[in-house]
């Protein structure tokens, strides 16, 4: 497909389990970004890749979470020994610019619930 | 401290109307912002953008006005149609690739639920 795909699309794991979750940016795409958001609130940047490169960490919530990108185009997502309030849509979003100065085009998240 | 205001979280706007939907920004380091549409279970769909160096960027029934004085940007759709109503989110960040706060992503409001009545 021509767009951003993530999987799975829905994940419930148990708290203190580990999950994986994938991101497939458009073809091409420099930048990669993920975001997550809460019920009722807007997306909230987590981290950026430029290529392989993981330029900007600074929104990852704590020392659990750990992104990678190896060869510049699939990223991962992972949250290690997860929590109750890891639950949230996570989304991930690729844009042909670097950095924050073109549109970004976001996938349709994958939604985690940890019980 | 939320640098992206939306202060109205629904707006209910007849088929064929006018809808203006409001953004607020505290960061005088953005330069760049961007509206973004949502459907339920679905990620945010780009609409429309503008930067700081102009005042309104127009693109068929969306138009954004941007405000630097009063750190304020809105977006007009017009006619409103059925296909219109969702959630619309205001985003911004700075040019140089970082919202001034170290971060590189863009910084979100909260959300405005749009509902177009027929």
């Known amino acids: 497909g021509a767009g951003v795909s993530q999987s799975p699309r829905y994940k419930v794991a148990k708290r203190g389990q580990d999950v994986a979750l994938r991101c497939d940016p458009i073809s091409g795409h420099v930048s990669l970004f993920w975001y997550q958001q809460a019920l009722g609130q807007g997306p909230e940047f987590l981290t950026y890749?430029?290529?392989?490169?993981?330029?900007?960490k600074s929104g990852l919530p704590s020392d659990r979470f750990f992104a990678e990108r190896p060869e510049g185009s699939v990223s991962t997502l992972k949250i290690q020994r997860t929590q109750q309030e890891d639950s949230a849509v996570y989304l991930c979003?690729?844009?042909?610019?670097?950095?924050?100065?073109?549109?970004?085009?976001f996938g349709d998240g994958t939604r985690l619930s940890i019980l | 401290d939320q640098q992206v205001k939306q202060n109205s979280p629904s707006l209910s706007v007849q088929e064929g109307r006018i809808s203006i939907l409001n953004c607020d920004y505290t960061?005088?380091?953005?330069?760049?912002f961007l509206w973004y549409k949502k459907y339920p279970a679905e990620g945010p769909t780009f609409l429309i953008s503008i930067s700081s160096i102009k005042d309104k960027n127009e693109d068929g029934r969306f138009t954004v006005f941007l405000n630097k004085s009063a750190k304020h940007l809105s977006l007009h759709i017009v006619p409103s149609q059925p296909g219109d109503s969702a959630v619309y989110f205001c985003?911004?960040?700075?040019?140089?690739?970082?919202?001034?706060?170290?971060?590189?992503?863009?910084?979100f409001g909260k959300g405005t639920h749009l509902i177009i009545q027929p």
């Open positions: 985003a911004a960040s700075g040019l140089l690739g970082n919202s001034g706060g170290g971060a590189d992503g863009l910084t």
């Open positions: 890749f430029q290529n392989e490169a993981q330029l900007d």
């Open positions: 960061n005088s380091m953005f330069d760049y």
């Open positions: 979003a690729s844009s042909l610019d670097r950095g924050a100065v073109g549109p970004q085009h």
